[in-house]
């Protein structure tokens, strides 16, 4: 393989708040490889938005601070680089497609201006004129009708589907290296999203930038992603390429996603959600946060003392888990209780 | 646009109804006051002879319709009638007094939404420093202190102890610097204050972390995406503040000696001279109607969003 885009190593990201320090973001590392789509996936809350955020240096401070480890960009730490060089790779190297594409426009400026706007801050010859015209071809690429006249459009003249269509535009405008995706989705009409995703893929396909693509539904990594990372109260609990994952997940929070998601082939109330809320990220259990809800673990005491290493368990797979080697059997009998063969691939 | 324009004649045509209102109102509200008028004008020592025949050279012994009718046929026609202690037309005595009031109000403004804009952006973008304390409590001293404290308190400073700066009259050109600067500090602290929250809250929208993510620099993120929103209810304070400046400029021209419009309806209350008095209420009646609909326009300029 060759050389990763990207490598965050043990980046934790914190938030002081009254209640005490929120360890949004625990000590995480992970990697990404050029012209790979990597998922992240997790609960709502479980950092994806923060690592997101530490990667483009935009962690509000206060009240956040990151406080440990490094995200190595071609090599230079991006934590430690001067906020002018940051501010450089920002929007031309690192494209950032945001959630929520009603409030993630200016609603003062045009749609074309705001995509214009990110090509001349990185491309300072650029003519006004040739903004306009590379900015309408961007929205030609993502598909948006009639780019001319949509252009000189304000934010609450689009459709949400056409806005998250212009939020992309601007995030490949300048070809980035890393672009990343977080929840594209969930803020639109399930009738669009299909088509966005589509979008997002043609964007990402036609740039060969390396995704990130946050979400919190699996559903999603099985079709778009090729390797995913699983996060749970700030931690990475598990590593693996799609297909290892839907075949044999090793991380029992990994397995409770996977049979929380709705199937077209298992009826609704046999859906098997994972028991309990998110853990507390200021006061986290012991041992392996996930233990109070795990139904692996069994009460037995290494859960509760012991915080387990993302452990290598084959063909690239890498779980948080001290007894990942029971995953696979219990997934077994979820699939028997869900009366449907939930081991058997992708959805 | 064509929306913008017919809201403007739409809104100039039912103000003609308002204006009508407000003629009512006034004329019955002087009529009501407690005091003769013409024994005010006529003066302590005149007979009781004297004061009748000013009362029917005024027309005061006429019904209160035949007046009314008097009075708005005349606004009809352009002509608000005669001040009964000067004799000259109405409209003579405001016109004179309209330049002085006006370009202290303009100025006033200017100076009010210029610092105010300014101190209240610094203090959103540095908030809870020092440099936001401070402008919070040079704001909250502007607010609070008496128009005619501050006036007097600057007349000793600049004109008396440094003498840098003409204490009162308009007869210099720096003669409005005092005066400006007093009647400025309410609405620059007013407007810095509402900047200041309103950038607050533009800072935490979506859209900033939008620019942000692109690689805009802090001026642009601060002024271009984040100034131009927030400024939409700013604009709001600023046409409110000088509305109020256009008529509540009394105390500052009494304190500097301004010969501006507000001592003019000040000492015609007092003298009873109705016709000024109407005349007054109802060209700032008029200058208000007139300051929305600009305002209405400046509106649709600065946010899309809105149209009429
Ligand atoms: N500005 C903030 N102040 C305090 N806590 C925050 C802030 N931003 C995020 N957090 C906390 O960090 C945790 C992770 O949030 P986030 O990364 O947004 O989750 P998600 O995985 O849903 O994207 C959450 O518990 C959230 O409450
Ligand atoms: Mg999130």
Same mark, same amino acid.
């Given at each position: 393989m060759s050389s990763p885009v990207l490598s965050i190593r043990g980046l934790t990201t914190e938030f002081v708040t009254p209640a005490g320090v929120v360890k949004a973001v625990n000590d995480v590392s992970w990697d990404l490889y050029p012209g790979e789509t990597l998922g992240v996936v997790g609960e709502s809350g479980s950092g994806k938005s923060v690592t997101a955020m530490s990667i483009l240096g935009l962690v509000q401070s206060p009240p956040g601070r990151i406080v440990a480890g490094e995200i190595l960009f071609d090599g230079r730490d991006l934590l430690t680089m001067s906020a002018r060089v940051l501010r450089q790779l920002r929007g031309s190297q690192i494209g950032m497609i945001f959630q929520d594409p009603m409030t993630s426009l200016n609603p003062v400026l045009t749609v074309g201006q705001q995509i214009a706007e990110a090509l001349q801050l990185h491309d300072r010859g650029l003519s006004r004129e040739q903004a306009r015209a590379r900015s309408i071809e961007l929205l030609t690429m993502v598909g948006v009708p009639n780019p001319e006249g949509r252009y000189d459009q304000y934010p609450h003249e689009h459709s949400g589907g056409m806005r998250q269509r212009a939020m992309i535009a601007m995030a490949i405008a300048n070809d980035p290296k890393v672009l990343i995706a977080d929840e594209p989705t969930t803020a639109l009409d399930v009738t669009i999203q299909a088509q966005v995703l589509d979008v997002l893929r043609t964007a990402q396909e036609r740039t060969d930038a390396a995704t990130i693509l946050i979400t919190h539904d699996l559903g999603l990594i099985a079709e778009h992603a090729d390797r995913v990372i699983v996060m749970y109260g700030g931690k990475v609990v598990e590593v693996a390429d799609v297909l290892s994952v839907?075949?044999?997940?090793?991380?029992?929070y990994t397995l409770g996603l996977m049979t929380s998601l709705p199937r077209l082939d298992v009826e609704l109330e046999r859906l098997d959600p994972i028991p309990g809320s998110p853990p507390s990220l200021i006061d986290l259990p012991t041992g392996c946060s996930f233990h109070p809800r795990c139904r692996v673990s069994k009460g037995r005491d290494v859960c509760r003392t012991q915080v387990p290493p993302l452990y290598e368990v084959g063909g690239g797979q890498r779980a948080a888990c001290h007894f990942s080697e029971e995953v696979p059997a219990e997934m077994a009998v979820a699939a028997r209780a869900m009366g449907t063969d939930a081991g058997n691939g992708a959805p | 646009m064509r929306g913008t324009a017919a809201h403007i004649v739409r809104t100039l045509l039912l103000s003609l109804i308002t204006l009508f209102g407000v003629s009512i109102l006034i004329f019955l509200m002087l009529r009501v006051l407690p005091g003769d008028p013409a024994r005010v004008l006529a003066g302590l020592n005149a007979s009781e002879e004297q004061v009748s025949r000013l009362r029917e050279q005024l027309g005061l012994d006429e019904s209160l319709l035949t007046q009314y009718w008097g009075f708005i046929t005349g606004v009809l026609q352009g002509d608000l009638g005669e001040s009964a202690r000067t004799s000259r037309p109405v409209t003579a005595e405001i016109a004179v007094r309209i330049p002085a009031t006006l370009i202290l109000a303009v100025v006033a403004t200017v100076i009010g939404s210029v610092v105010g804009v300014a101190a209240g952006v610094i203090a959103a973008v540095r908030r809870n420093s020092f440099v936001d304390h401070a402008i919070s409590s040079v704001a909250m001293m502007g607010v609070s202190m008496p128009v005619y404290w501050l006036g007097l308190l600057l007349i000793l400073l600049f004109a008396v102890t440094l003498g840098w700066l003409p204490a009162a009259g308009s007869a210099e050109p720096l003669s409005i610097v005092l005066p400006a600067t007093t009647l400025a500090a309410f609405s620059t602290a007013l407007i810095s204050r509402m900047t200041r929250a309103s950038m607050l809250e533009v800072l935490g929208q979506d859209y900033i972390r939008t620019a942000e993510a692109k690689g805009a620099p802090p001026r642009t993120v601060i002024i271009k995406h984040g100034l131009r929103n927030a400024f939409i209810p700013v604009l709001t304070v600023i046409s409110l503040q000088f509305g109020a400046l256009l008529g509540g400029a009394v105390l500052t021209e009494t304190v500097f000696g301004w010969p501006g419009i507000g001592r003019l309806l000040v000492d015609s209350i007092a003298?009873? $001279?109705? &016709?000024?008095?109407?005349?007054?209420?109802?060209?700032? &009646?008029?200058?208000?109607?007139?300051?929305?609909? !600009?305002? $209405?326009?400046?509106?649709?300029?600065? $946010?899309?969003? !809105?149209?009429?």
């Open positions: 839907f075949a044999a997940p090793r991380h029992p | 003298a009873r $001279d109705f &016709a000024v008095v109407q005349g007054i209420v109802l060209v700032y &009646a008029a200058a208000f109607i007139l300051l929305n609909v !600009i305002v $209405d326009v400046l509106y649709v300029v600065v $946010d899309p969003r !809105i149209r009429y």
